[in-house]
T-cell receptor, first 114, second 111 residues
Framework: DGGITQSPKYLFRKEGQNVTLSCEQNLNHDAMYWYRQDPGQGLRLIYY???????QKGDIAEGYSVSREKKESFPLTVTSAQKNPTAFYLC?????????????FGQGTRLTVV | RKEVEQDPGPFNVPEGATVAFNCTYS??????FFWYRQDCRKEPKLLMS???SGNEDGRFTAQLNRASQYISLLIRDSKLSDSATYLCVVNMPPGNTPLVFGKGTRLSVIA
């Protein structure tokens, strides 16, 4: 089945630790995105990538890093510099590198800092 | 003015009712419009695209009003299972930038 897979579903991290969230898609989509959602809030864009080996900062990139070494993979690292990392993280992809087509989401990773 | 604005609700309606949501967008050059549905603690899922001429999918009708820069979603004969948050999504030219998501309108259908 084609789709987007995020792992893990739940993640607990100690303060001061970096953690990497996985996002893999087998839809052959060019564009991939990372969003953060806080309780009762909308989606906020962290990073996006239109093509392999290229990515751009979104609205809230501070404290996060990404890589796009392969078309199907777009991992997100939450660094210790992110002051309030507890949130629901959503990865998405769309086939169009111009990003005018609908985006499809993974099931999300719920990160909790303990 | 915010790029994509929605009434957060909640809209509490009885089963069988008809309910409509509007969403306004700031960019007159926007060309791509979508409605997504998000259930509690789940990922957003595409409900329907919005076409210039308006489109219908079963009990759901989407309309675009370019002159006033808003899109609408009409749900007829509401079901309990329609309870969710409905997100309005719009592209923001010029250039290739990601779609912009509204914060969503919460709908509760009550028995």
């Amino acid at each position: 089945d084609g789709g987007i897979t995020q792992s893990p579903k739940y993640l607990f991290r100690k303060e001061g630790q970096n953690v990497t969230l996985s996002c893999e898609q087998n839809l052959n989509h060019d564009a991939m995105y990372w969003y953060r959602q806080d309780p009762g809030q909308g989606l906020r864009l962290i990073y996006y990538s239109q093509i392999v080996n290229d990515f751009q900062k979104g609205d809230i990139a501070e404290g996060y890093s990404v890589s796009r070494e392969k078309k199907e993979s777009f991992p997100l690292t939450v660094t210790s510099a992110q002051k309030n990392p507890t949130a629901f993280y959503l990865c998405a992809s769309s086939w169009d590198s111009h990003m005018n087509t609908e985006a499809f989401f993974g099931q999300g990773t719920r990160l909790t800092v303990v | 003015r915010k790029e994509v604005e929605q009434d957060p609700g909640p809209f509490n309606v009885p089963e069988g009712a008809t309910v409509a949501f509007n969403c306004t967008y700031s960019n007159s050059a926007s060309q791509s419009f979508f409605w997504y549905r998000q259930d509690c603690r789940k990922e957003p899922k595409l409900l329907m695209s919005v076409y210039s001429s308006g489109n219908e999918d079963g009990r759901f009708t989407a309309q675009l009003n370019r002159a006033s820069q808003y899109i609408s979603l009409l749900i007829r004969d509401s079901k309990l299972s329609d309870s969710a948050t409905y997100l309005c999504v719009v592209n923001m030219p010029p250039g290739n930038t990601p779609l912009v998501f509204g914060k969503g309108t919460r709908l509760s259908v009550i028995a």
